[in-house]
């Protein structure tokens, strides 16, 4: 008998996730105008590593590579939308790390979408359906120290704040990284 694929990989789930306000599911070419939208953003510049200019070719490179990760269950981005009409307000990444059943969270959210609650709700659909469907141990956020708004989103959701990783961003970046967390137990992985 062959071992398990290790580490597991990522899955989508078999409908969009909603909670009636926000749906998930994936992005197409069709969202190019909003992906550019959200990533030409001077917060979204300032804080995700992000090609600059970011344009037409850059948005379907995106579409395309993400794709490809999912595929490959690396990585599964979702494409965060109005429930009601299904316009794209963002992105939500769930990354493998690859040891340990371990994975992250990264995100961005369009301008004109911003401080609805959407982004946090999101967090919360794919944290359930992680721990739900999937042999993860972990989920982390890690925001650059001085990101007051994506810290907030973390808390928004029910991560645990742990601490400060220095120099710890997966970008990269030299920022220090403040670290929350999500297990299986926790009440933001439960139910509604
Ligand atoms: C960070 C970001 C995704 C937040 O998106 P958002 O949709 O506005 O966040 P939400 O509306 O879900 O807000 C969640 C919490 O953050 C707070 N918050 C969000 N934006 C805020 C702002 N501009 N001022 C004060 N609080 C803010 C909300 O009040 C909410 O807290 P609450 O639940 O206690 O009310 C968005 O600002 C963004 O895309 N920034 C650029 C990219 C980025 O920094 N990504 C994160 C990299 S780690």
Redesign the pocket.
């Known amino acids: 008998m062959s071992d398990p694929p290790w580490p597991p990989p990522l899955t989508w789930p078999d409908q969009p996730l909603s909670d009636g306000v926000v749906l998930l599911d994936r992005f197409t070419e069709t969202d190019v105008p909003r992906i550019i939208l959200g990533c030409t953003?001077p917060?979204?510049q300032r804080?995700?590593p992000l090609p600059s200019p970011y344009g037409e070719v850059e948005a379907l490179t995106f579409v395309k590579s993400r794709a490809k990760a999912a595929a490959a269950g690396n990585e599964l981005t979702f494409a965060v939308r109005d429930a009601a009409d299904g316009v794209a307000a963002?992105a939500l990444g769930l990354s493998q790390r690859g040891y340990h059943h371990e994975a992250d969270i990264?995100?961005?959210?369009a301008p004109d979408?911003?401080?609805?609650?959407?982004?946090?709700?999101a967090v919360r659909l794919v944290v359930r359906h992680a721990f739900a469907t999937m042999p993860l141990r972990r989920i982390e956020i890690?925001?650059?120290i001085g990101?007051v708004?994506?810290r907030?989103?973390a808390e928004?959701a029910g991560g645990t704040f742990e601490g400060v990783r220095r120099h710890g961003l997966p970008t990269g970046d030299t920022d220090d990284a403040a670290v929350y967390s999500f297990i299986a137990t926790d009440a933001a992985a439960g139910p509604p």
């Open positions: 953003d917060a979204s804080w995700l963002g990264g995100y961005w959210t979408r911003r401080g609805r609650g959407w982004t946090a709700r890690l925001a650059a990101n708004h994506s907030a989103v928004s």
